[in-house]
Every structure is written in structure tokens, then in C-alpha cells.
């Protein structure tokens, strides 16, 4: 039954370290920002209560988030509105091709190197790159696949395109990114979300905010991966790459929630000014 795999998921959160801050990420990236990008702090609270996360918990995640510059806070009386800060903006934006329509280069591909300098603000600029995909060769040396587009926060960081032999380029992407975590990552994605797409396939329901709920842990899980995941051309992965098979269930679980969970955001998403609007055409293009 689709309630009881949703509890199992559940049941796998609570038994890692509490990650609050980033499944309110989560929710932000995947469903506040098609709609406008504010939300009422009730509507997210009532989200976290039904997973079991309570009100301080909550509190500490948002003040966290507004003073990290994650997140900025509004006020209508005494309701508080928070929506994405520029910094949250610009990485999700960054990050969102990558979570939703990536796909691999064709074989025989080459690179993009990205070389560091020592101004600006580094630690910005590596947690960007991460973002999109990037990996480290060497201290100061970032690597993806030809074609990924840098992120701004690199600054004047120096790009270069690069291509090499077959032995060589297979070199550089063992080195530059963990691929065989990276594989087991995705073989518990797996296990651990294809029972609740089962159970939907074979006509099974949720409740529209279980049907949210599912949805959120579900892009919070998959997005924890596959931005440490290159996407690499299919002659650099090791033999069964999960990865191909993790997406396509990602994204026919996705596309199954979709119309419950944007139905409880109808009924109880609430903006400064009223409802959530409508999403945009993006939403739909998602995992396409």
C-alpha cells in the first residue's frame, strides 16, 4: 500500500541526522518558487508537523536559514512570509537543470577545467561549483563535462575546454568524483522509493498532502545525489550504472505525485496577498 512504503521512507529519514534546514530548502526549490516564491510560515509548518518536526526544530531551521542568507522574512501582522534570498535564488537556480533534466553528453566527450584563483569569496565559489556538477581533479582544479555551464560565483576563475585519449579521460573522472558512493547512493534511492512507485503503478492513492510529502522527500533524497553525480558520458561509469535507473524512477514518481501534491498546495499554500498562484510552465516541463 502507498501509505505504508511512505512510512517506510519516513521511518529512513528519522533514523538520519535531523536535516530540517534542507528539506525546507526542498520545498522552496521544488514547489514554493514555481508559484511566485512566498509562503506563509503556517503552510510550512503544517508540512513539517505531519513529518514529525516540531516547532522549535522549525524555528532553529529558519533562523538559521534567514541569518546564513538562505532566506528573507516578511511581515503581515502577525504572520511571517519567508521566501528565497538572492543566495538561495542563485543556486537553486543553478542546481535545478541539473536535479530535473539532466542527461548525459554523448560518448567521447570532453571537459571543462575550471582553475580557482585565491579572490573573491572561495568558499562561495566551491560550494557553487559542487552545485553544478563539478568535480575536483586537484586543490584548485575543477572538472565537468563539456557543456556544463559555470556558475557565476567561480568569478575570474580561468576556463578551459579539454579533451584527452579514452584511458586518460576515464583517469580524470575516478579522480575527480567519488562515482562508486555515488552508485551506492543511488542503488538505496532505489530500494528505498521503488515500493511506493509500485504501489502507485498498481493503483494505489494518497491523500493529497501525503501525496506532498512523498513528493518533497523524494526530490530532497534525489537531489543529495545527483549533484554529486557528473552525469558523465556512459563509456566513464563503471558497468550497471544505477544512475539511469534511479532517474527514471525518480521521474515517474515525480510526474505520479505531481497532481495530488500541487492540490494541497492549492487548498492550503497561502502569499502575503493571498493564495499561492498558479505555478508556471516549468513545473510541468520537469523530468521531461
Known amino acids: 500500500m502507498p501509505r505504508t512504503a511512505l512510512r517506510r521512507i519516513l521511518d529512513s529519514l528519522k533514523a538520519e541526522p535531523s ?6 530548502i526542498t520545498v522552496y526549490g ?93 568558499e562561495a565559489a566551491r560550494t557553487a561549483l559542487q552545485a553544478a ?31 584527452a585519449d579514452a584511458e586518460t579521460r576515464r583517469r580524470l573522472a575516478a579522480q575527480s568524483w567519488p562515482l562508486d558512493q555515488t552508485a551506492s547512493a543511488y542503488r538505496r534511492f532505489l530500494s528505498e522509493f521503488e515500493p511506493l512507485r509500485a504501489a502507485l503503478a498498481a493503483g494505489g492513492a494518497l491523500p493529497d498532502q501525503d501525496s506532498f510529502i512523498a513528493r518533497i522527500l523524494l526530490i530532497h533524497a ?4 545527483v549533484l554529486r553525480d557528473p552525469v558523465l558520458p556512459a563509456d566513464l561509469l563503471p558497468p550497471d550504472w544505477p544512475g539511469t535507473a534511479a532517474r527514471a524512477l525518480c521521474a515517474d514518481l ?4 505531481l497532481p495530488a501534491s500541487e492540490r494541497w498546495l492549492d487548498a492550503e499554500g497561502q502569499t502575503e496577498s493571498g493564495p499561492l498562484p498558479s505555478p508556471g510552465p516549468e513545473l510541468e516541463a520537469r523530468f521531461r
Open 19 to 24: 536535516r530540517t534546514w534542507s528539506i525546507i
Open 30 to 122: 521544488d514547489a514554493i518558487v514555481p508559484r511566485g516564491g512566498s509562503l506563509w510560515l503556517g503552510t510550512l509548518s503544517a508540512f513539517l508537523h505531519a513529518i514529525d518536526i516540531g516547532d522549535g526544530v522549525v524555528r532553529t531551521a529558519m533562523s538559521r536559514l534567514a541569518a546564513d542568507g538562505w532566506l528573507e522574512r516578511s511581515r503581515v501582522g502577525r504572520n511571517s512570509f519567508y521566501r528565497l534570498a538572492e543566495r538561495g535564488r542563485q543556486t537553486f537556480r543553478t542546481a535545478t537543470e541539473h536535479i530535473y533534466n539532466a542527461h548525459p553528453p554523448p560518448p567521447g566527450s570532453g571537459f571543462v577545467l575550471v582553475l580557482a584563483g585565491n579572490g573573491g569569496d572561495r
Open 133 to 163: 556538477g563539478f568535480g575536483s581533479a586537484a586543490p584548485g582544479v575543477w572538472v565537468a563535462p563539456a557543456g556544463t555551464p559555470v556558475p557565476p560565483e567561480a568569478g575570474e576563475a580561468v576556463c578551459l575546454d579539454a579533451s
Open 222 to 225: 534525489w537531489r543529495r545525489i
Open 254 to 257: 515525480y510526474h505520479r505525485l
